[in-house]
T-cell receptor
Framework: DAEITQSPRHKITETGRQVTLACHQTWNHNNMFWYRQDLGHGLRLIHYSYGVHDTNKGEVSDGYSVSRSNTEDLPLTLESAASSQTSVYFC?????????????FGEGSRLTVL | GESVGLHLPTLSVQEGDNSIINCAYSNSASDYFIWYKQESGKGPQFIIDIRSNMDKRQGQRVTVLLNKTVKHLSLQIAATQPGDSAVYFCAENIGPGGGNKLTFGTGTQLKVEL
């Protein structure tokens, strides 16, 4: 079955370190998204991509970057982790085109920055 | 309903009763809406969606109602079961210029009492 997987599921790091969260989907979806989830804020969009070599900033993109070198993967990088980036991160994908905005989510990556 | 505080609004219902979860969306240009269910420690799961040219859509035990006049969305769950206990999010897609991005509400915690 097609799926979307995130790794690692849990990570603890220190302030200032670079961290990369992986996201891999096997649906062959063009659209991929990274959200962070914090209590009281729901899911907030960090970055998104509509295809290979396409990346766009979401509403909370500062301190994060993504790259899209193939259809299946959209890794999220925290260049210099900060305590404010402690959160649960969700990757999602969807088919392209109008009328297909349903997102399929991964199981999440819990990141703690000490 | 939605919340900007630190705690999710909570709806407690008795097993077997019907549940109604409400959501106020923000943008009158939104043309697609989705309800997601999120269980503890998991990613959001799709429940049901509705387009702005409809005011009601039914699924298995769930119904979504859309009132564009007051920008209000509701999710009705019939014969609520313990397995329905979760956080429920509404999401809107601002199209056509909004691409495939979804904006999420802050969520409502549904607790089913035996």
């Amino acid at each position: 079955d097609a799926e979307i997987t995130q790794s690692p599921r849990h990570k603890i790091t220190e302030t200032g370190r670079q961290v990369t969260l992986a996201c891999h989907q096997t649906w062959n979806h063009n659209n991929m998204f990274w959200y962070r989830q914090d209590l009281g804020h729901g899911l907030r969009l960090i970055h998104y991509s509509y295809g290979v070599h396409d990346t766009n900033k979401g509403e909370v993109s500062d301190g994060y970057s993504v790259s899209r070198s193939n259809t299946e993967d959209l890794p999220l990088t925290l260049e210099s982790a900060a305590s404010s980036q402690t959160s649960v991160y969700f990757c999602a994908s969807s088919e392209s085109g109008t009328g297909k905005s349903r997102l399929f989510f991964g199981e999440g990556s819990r990141l703690t920055v000490l | 309903g939605e919340s900007v505080g630190l705690h999710l609004p909570t709806l407690s219902v008795q097993e077997g009763d019907n549940s109604i979860i409400n959501c106020a969306y923000s943008n009158s240009a939104s043309d697609y809406f989705i309800w997601y269910k999120q269980e503890s420690g998991k990613g959001p799961q799709f429940i049901i969606d509705i387009r702005s040219n409809m005011d009601k859509r039914q699924g298995q035990r769930v119904t979504v109602l859309l009132n564009k006049t007051v920008k209000h969305l509701s999710l009705q769950i019939a014969a609520t079961q313990p397995g329905d206990s979760a956080v429920y999010f509404c999401a809107e897609n601002i199209g056509p210029g909004g691409g495939n991005k979804l904006t999420f509400g802050t969520g409502t915690q549904l607790k089913v009492e035996l």
